[in-house]
C-alpha cells in the first residue's frame, strides 16, 4: 500500500489529512449555500483573491458555478465581473468579499438557521 511504503500509519494520514482536509471542504459547501425556497437566492458569491479562486477554480464565485455549470471554471470570475450587477440581483445580495469577511462575521452572528417543514399532515 502507497501509505506503508510513505512509511505513514493508516490511521495518521486518517487523522492528520483525511479528517480536517474534509471538514474545510463541509465548512466551504456550508458556507456556499443557504437554505430557501428560491434556487437562485441559495448560493453565495465569495470574491476572495487570486490565490483562493485558483485554489478553489473559482468554484467560490458559486452563483454563477451553479448557473452556468457547462462555462469551463478559468472563465466563471471573467463572467462574474462582467455580470456582476446582475448576477447580484438575483442572487439577493449574497455575497462577501473574501472568506476572513465571512469568517469574521459568522463568528459573532450565525450565517442561518435553517427551518425545515412540517411534517405533512397524515391524509387518512
Not at 45 to 64: C, D, K, Y
Not at 66 to 78: A, D, I, N, S
Not at 95 to 115: G, I
Request: aromatic share 16%; glycine share 6%; net charge positive.
Amino acid at each position: 500500500m502507497w501509505l506503508d511504503v510513505q512509511g505513514i500509519v493508516w490511521w495518521q494520514y486518517i487523522v492528520l489529512c483525511v479528517w480536517p482536509g474534509l471538514s474545510l471542504t463541509l465548512m466551504r459547501s456550508y458556507a456556499e449555500h443557504r437554505p430557501g425556497d428560491n434556487n437562485h437566492r441559495r448560493c453565495v458569491i465569495i470574491e476572495g483573491s487570486w490565490v483562493t479562486r485558483l485554489l478553489f477554480m473559482n468554484v467560490n464565485i458559486h452563483q454563477v458555478h451553479h448557473e452556468f455549470p457547462h462555462l469551463p471554471w478559468f472563465m466563471v470570475y471573467g463572467h462574474w465581473r462582467r455580470y456582476k450587477q446582475s448576477i447580484l440581483v438575483s442572487n439577493g445580495g449574497y455575497f462577501y468579499q473574501n472568506y476572513w469577511s465571512l469568517m469574521m462575521q459568522t463568528m459573532v452572528h450565525p450565517k442561518d438557521s435553517p427551518m425545515y417543514p412540517k411534517k405533512p399532515a397524515n391524509r387518512s
